[in-house]
T-cell receptor, first 117, second 111 residues
Framework: GAVVSQHPSWVICKSGTSVKIECRSL??????MFWYRQFPKQSLMLMAT?????????EQGVEKDKFLINHASLTLSTLTVTSAHPEDSSFYIC?????????????FGQGTRLTVV | DAKTTQPNSMESNEEEPVHLPCNHS???????IHWYRQLPSQGPEYVIH???SNVNNRMASLAIAEDRKSSTLILHRATLRDAAVYYC????????????FGKGTSLLVTP
């Protein structure tokens, strides 16, 4: 199957700083990628849809100025958590589908665990 | 609103079959039924999907009720590596690829 890779796998940052998370499709081009957030013991919640070459679409309640998404190429989307606070500590996961494989299944990255101290 | 209902948890012995149920009583004719699973501290992975007919692949089988209001994911021989949270998801054919995850079923496999 197709491979989606996230970097870093985990990060610890100080409150008030910004953190960038990368999501790459390694062997296919993805015009659309998705960002999810998962708090402990909870399910994944869709945050935003990342569109190559255009603005991201954010779900209701997700602050677009706090969670900056850039999808500058067909294989890379980035999520920047700006002015991070402890309540932003979470597991962030991206996904994409592969046109080559019929766009049937979503391929997920391994996730990035963000801890804000 | 995930619009699917699953038991919070299930338990199985290793090497035995596991039947994970899912109710989707309000499913429409164009909704596919997808199953994903998430191992601890990992991103989800695709398991199987179907529309009307039962489906088999190397990971599992999917049995879909004739009225499509429920489905069952079948793991034929559970292994310890199958311990995960299993998500049953309705996906509209024309909805794109964003997935609406419910709470899923946490499967415990004991040796």
């Amino acid at each position: 199957g197709a491979v989606v890779s996230q970097h870093p796998s985990w990060v610890i940052c100080k409150s008030g700083t910004s953190v960038k998370i990368e999501c790459r499709s390694l062997d296919f081009q993805a015009t659309t990628m998705f960002w999810y957030r998962q708090f402990p013991k909870q399910s994944l919640m869709l945050m935003a849809t990342s569109n190559e070459g255009s603005k991201a679409t954010y779900e209701q309640g997700v602050e677009k100025d706090k969670f900056l998404i850039n999808h500058a190429s067909l294989t890379l989307s980035t999520l920047t958590v700006t002015s991070a606070h402890p309540e932003d500590s979470s597991f962030y996961i991206c996904s994409a589908s592969s046109p080559r494989q019929g766009n049937i299944e979503a391929f997920f990255g391994q996730g990035t665990r963000l801890t804000v101290v | 609103d995930a619009k699917t209902t699953q038991p919070n948890s299930m338990e199985s012995n290793e090497e035995e079959p596991v039947h994970l149920p899912c109710n989707h009583s309000t499913i429409s004719g164009t909704d596919y039924i997808h199953w994903y699973r998430q191992l601890p501290s990992q991103g989800p992975e695709y398991v199987i999907h179907g529309l009307t007919s039962n489906v088999n692949n190397r990971m599992a089988s999917l049995a879909i009720a004739e009225d499509r209001k429920s489905s069952t994911l079948i793991l034929h021989r559970a292994t310890l590596r199958d311990a995960a949270v299993y998500y049953c998801i309705r996906r509209r054919k024309d909805s794109g690829y964003a997935l609406n995850f419910g709470k899923g079923t946490s499967l415990l496999v004991t040796p």
